[in-house]
Nanobody
Framework: VQLQASGGGLVQAGGSLRLSCAAS????????MGWFRQAPGKEREFVAG????????YYANSVKGRFTISRDNAKNTVYLQMNSLKPEDTAVYYC???????????????????WGQGTQVTVSS
């Protein structure tokens, strides 16, 4: 079972990036999925979550209105569209899959059983 995150890079403030998280080894079409990020010297923090159908999404206040999470279950892939990027968005971004359809607290790292390797996002000022 593997989650492969990609799409990171270097972008100027105000720019956009789209991250992808492709799952292999099993299907995650019935699993709650999330994106987290971790900046140097800081704890891993929740960014966004999405339920199995894509009908319900949830965002950290710091990214609400700028980031959009989506999924394509046919491709076993979750996306994070990031617009209006700020230098404080600089971090390694991780995708994660919960072991269940629903989660009580999407922000809690402990509800996620599978993690990708991370992709670096750097936003220059």
């Amino acid at each position: 079972v593997q989650l492969q995150a990609s799409g990171g890079g270097l972008v100027q403030a105000g720019g956009s990036l789209r991250l992808s998280c492709a799952a292999s080894g099993r299907t995650f079409s019935r699993n709650y999925m999330g994106w987290f990020r971790q900046a140097p010297g800081k704890e891993r923090e929740f960014v966004a979550g999405i339920n199995w159908s894509g009908a319900s999404t949830y965002y950290a206040n710091s990214v609400k209105g700028r980031f959009t999470i989506s999924r394509d279950n046919a491709k076993n892939t979750v996306y994070l569209q990031m617009n209006s990027l700020k230098p404080e968005d600089t971090a390694v971004y991780y995708c994660a899959a919960a072991g269940t359809v629903r989660v009580g607290v999407p922000e809690d790292v402990r509800v996620y059983d599978y993690w990708g390797q991370g992709t670096q996002v750097t936003v220059s000022s």
